[in-house]
């Protein structure tokens, strides 16, 4: 027996030896200079802006994982990394197949425009070799190649109006590729101290829970995808879903820093979206549909005052309105929201109308504002059109009222005013369909 232990105990530890003698050579090959600048020069020539590394590193305790540390991809505006660290599925790498097991990414500034630029070029069918083919087309779905646990660790995300959210991230993925849970927190930005929760359904499907905590209330309910018809090749599209309801959420927390309107929101949306999966971020956003009831209690409308407005009747910028209840529809179609049956009470202000906010965040639309007016019980109707932005909205008459409120003055002051300011919005809004403008 031991004549046969003896040489199996020298050939293991020849074999420790040598995985030794490869690590410690992998270390000083990986941690030169001449590899580092390699990998600089190919991600470079990938992207097509200068990449430069601080250091290239291979670790195999506690875990085997390969790490670029000071990545630093020198776009306008530019994307940092203090550390990305890829743990590999060790079994696949040995069949020849390179699949990733743990991505962390740590301490990282990741701007939207950049990453945007970065996806295109790296989609641009100049730079591919090979045209895609039918197995191509087929493996659009396959997301094996996505890592099974995602680790964000102080990630900052800039979006295009340069505004900055860092997040604490954890997330992992089933075998089919699909998420399985994920859990988020806000450490930094205009929704810090948010929390959100996503848990895959038990059955297997591509259905989900979502659970987020924010501005002292919850925002919760199913989404579900539902997958191209197998038996029809012309069906590519994923069909998005979901059904959230909002409760006890302060408005202002969803627009920090911007403080538009303050209350608390009670809210129905549903979510939909047919989405090519070979389709860029851009593409994706554009294809969200959303469709939302609510109803703000206690709202105070930021940087408008309707009372003024109305008795001025004329523009109005700055101030506030309080109101007991504001309620409407809102429906967005990508970055365009539209707000429709509004209705706005308090107790001597009420008002209805319809407002859109462009992707520029620029404000267009009309109200008709009724408010009580003396201790005759009086109300003045006084038609506004709204303008300027989401953060410095204005109100004022349109020409056509404008021209109408001066007439109803010089007739009969005070009363006509109100009165002559609707007469002349009609008349305007008849010209305006008999000339299609």
């Known amino acids: 027996m031991r004549r046969f ?43 097509g802006v200068p990449v430069t590394l601080s250091r290239v590193t291979v670790d195999v305790w506690p875990l085997p994982a390969v790490a670029l540390e000071g ?40 701007p939207q425009t950049t990453l945007v630029l970065l996806a295109a070029r790296l989609q641009d069918p100049a730079r591919k070799t090979a045209r895609p083919g039918p197995a191509a087309e087929a493996d659009a ?20 109006r340069g505004r900055g959210t860092t997040v604490q991230a954890d997330a992992s993925l089933d075998d089919d590729g699909w998420p399985a849970s994920a859990d988020v927190k806000v450490t930094g930005g205009g929704l810090q101290g ?20 924010v501005g002292g209330g919850t925002v919760q309910g199913p989404l579900k995808v ?10 590519r599209d994923l069909v998005f879903e979901g059904a959230l309801e909002t409760r006890g959420v302060e408005v202002s927390a969803l627009t920090a820093p911007s403080r538009p309107l303050t209350g608390r929101l009670e809210a129905s949306t549903t979510l939909s979206a047919r989405i090519n999966p070979r389709a860029g971020a851009a593409a994706i956003t554009d294809a969200l549909r959303t469709q939302t009831r609510f109803t703000v209690h206690g709202a105070v409308l930021q940087g408008l005052d309707l009372a003024r407005a109305v008795v001025s009747v004329g523009l109005s910028r700055g101030g506030l309105t309080e109101l ?33 906010v462009a992707p520029s965040r620029e404000l267009s639309g009309r109200l008709r504002v009724d408010m009580t007016r003396g201790a005759s019980g009086g109300v003045v109707s006084v038609p506004l059109a709204v303008g300027g932005t989401l953060d410095e909205p204005s109100v004022m008459l349109s020409r056509s009222a404008l021209l109408g409120a001066a007439i109803g003055t010089a007739i009969m002051p005070g009363v006509g005013t109100g ?13 305006q369909d008999l000339f299609g403008k």
Do not use: C, M, Y
């Open 419 to 431: 009165a002559g300011a609707n007469l002349g919005d009609r008349i305007g809004e008849g010209l």
């Open 141 to 160: 779905l396959d997301l094996g190649w996505l890592p099974r646990t995602l680790v964000l660790d102080e990630v900052t995300w800039i979006n295009e």
């Open 5 to 47: 232990l003896r040489p199996l105990g020298i050939l293991a530890a020849l074999f420790l030896l040598l995985g030794a003698a490869v690590v410690i050579a992998l270390h000083q090959w990986t941690g030169s200079d001449g590899f580092r600048q390699r990998v600089e020069r190919e991600a470079s020539a990938a992207l």
């Open 71 to 110: 990545l630093h991809i020198q776009a306008r505006p530019a994307l940092t990394l203090d550390r990305v660290e890829a743990r590999p599925v060790w079994t696949a790498l040995l069949a020849g197949r390179l699949q990733v097991s743990t991505l962390t990414l740590r301490k990282a500034v990741l």
């Open 194 to 213: 948010t929390k959100a929760r996503l848990v895959r359904d038990d059955s297997g499907a591509t259905a989900w829970t979502l659970k987020v905590e």
């Open 324 to 356: 007991d209840t504001l309620a409407g529809q809102v429906n967005t179609r990508g970055q365009t929201i539209a707000l429709s049956n509004l209705e706005a009470r308090s107790g001597v202000l009420s008002a209805t109308g319809e407002v859109t």
């Open 226 to 235: 539902s997958l191209p018809d197998a038996g029809n090749p012309k069906a």
